[in-house]
């Protein structure tokens, strides 16, 4: 059982919008900035927001990150299919070390 | 362009050891902290390990109970991570990740693959 809590999947159709929830406590999303990451079927994986809400150089703004509290979202708009891909929460947690969220299979249906 | 290239991955013995290598390129090394992320078929990430860009601090998850040991030769580039009395849980993809701004993984290896069976 993960630390960070996600969704095990989402889906949406081609061209709206989906976001994915990722619940932890005060030892780590709390307290912790929150990055998220993409991966491919069949890839490693990918930064997609770090800093809680920043994107990487490349990285579309359809991608976004928020934060509040002890939990985070990350928000897809205008849905493509090659959105497609399992997304990850992950943060340091003061009494574990670092700590991703289960994972979030993304369907674009 | 930063690269990172893991190596050493493979089948071995239950009870086995294993020496896993990632060497970095496009940055200078020493700068960075870096980490070992595990992928075990059909699951998700598991954060491993940890050690700072000196090399002088590190930090490992709990569940691995001492049989992996994180390291770096900065005159090398390179991490390594020492897997000693491997089970079949370990088996696994073994990423390397080098740690950007607010301890996020900013750039990600291809990974090795590690199978530990009889």
């Known amino acids: 059982q993960s630390v960070l809590t996600q969704p095990p999947s989402v889906s949406a159709a081609p061209g709206q919008k989906v976001t994915i929830s990722c619940s932890g406590s005060?030892?780590?999303?709390?307290?912790?900035?929150v990055s998220w990451y993409q991966q491919l079927p069949g890839t490693a994986p990918k930064l997609l927001i770090y800093?809680?809400?920043e994107r990487p150089s490349g990285i579309p703004d359809r991608f976004s990150g928020s934060k509040s509290g002890t939990s985070a979202t990350l928000g897809i708009t205008g849905l493509q299919t090659g959105d497609e891909a399992d997304y990850y929460c992950?943060?340091?947690?003061?009494?574990?070390?670092?700590?991703f969220g289960g994972g979030t299979k993304l369907t674009v249906l | 362009e930063v690269q990172l290239v893991e190596s050493g991955g493979g089948l071995v013995q239950p009870g086995g050891s294993l020496r896993l290598s990632c060497a970095a390129s496009?940055?200078?090394?020493?700068?960075?902290?870096m980490r070992w992320v595990r992928q075990a078929p059909g699951k998700g990430l598991e954060w491993v390990s940890s050690?700072?860009?000196?090399?002088?601090?590190?930090f490992y998850t709990d569940s691995l109970k001492g049989r992996f040991t994180v390291s770096r030769d900065n005159s090398k580039n390179t991490l390594y991570l020492q897997m000693n009395s491997l089970g079949a849980e370990d088996t696994a993809v073994y990423y390397c990740?080098?740690?950007?701004?607010?301890?996020?993984?900013?750039?990600w290896g291809k990974g090795t693959t590690v199978t530990v069976s009889s």
């Open positions: 990740a080098k740690v950007g701004d607010y301890s996020c993984m900013d750039v």
């Open positions: 496009g940055i200078t090394f020493s700068n960075y902290a």
């Open positions: 050690i700072t860009g000196r090399g002088d601090r590190t």
């Open positions: 005060s030892s780590n999303i709390g307290n912790n900035y």
């Open positions: 800093d809680n809400n």
């Open positions: 992950g943060t340091v947690d003061s009494l574990r070390g670092w700590v």
